[in-house]
Nanobody, 115 residues
Framework: QVRLVESGGGLAQAGGALRLSCASS????????MGWYRQAPGKQRELVAS???????KYLDSVKGRFTISRDRTKNAVFLEMNSLKPDDTAVYLC?????????WGQGTQVTVSS
């Protein structure tokens, strides 16, 4: 089992910035990829960014150039630097970790961007 705990959400003005962090514990050696999803009210959950052990990072088209994902592999922590925030970025952001056979989710952290 892997446990994920997010931090860093909150309220920001349009054009502002926030940094999300996700700490993992448990069987972190089985993690092969980490990332961030988001879910806004009435909308489907969507992948914001992901970073695998090997390979390229992925970004949602609407956040490219504004968000940056990074990972501390020694601690299996993952971060999301969010700049030039827009009201459309308002959502609950969930940390995700994947192993070869399981998916793990954090509880989520609320990000609210005011116009």
């Amino acid at each position: 089992q892997v446990r994920l705990v997010e931090s860093g959400g909150g309220l920001a003005q349009a054009g502002g910035a926030l940094r999300l962090s996700c700490a993992s514990s448990g069987n972190i050696e089985e993690i092969r990829e980490m990332g961030w999803y988001r879910q806004a009210p009435g909308k489907q959950r969507e992948l914001v960014a992901s970073i695998p052990d090997y390979g390229r990072t992925k970004y949602l088209d609407s956040v490219k150039g504004r968000f940056t994902i990074s990972r501390d592999r020694t601690k299996n922590a993952v971060f999301l630097e969010m700049n030039s925030l827009k009201p459309d970025d308002t959502a609950v952001y969930l940390c995700h970790a994947a192993s070869e056979w399981s998916d793990y989710w954090g509880q989520g952290t609320q990000v609210t961007v005011s116009s």
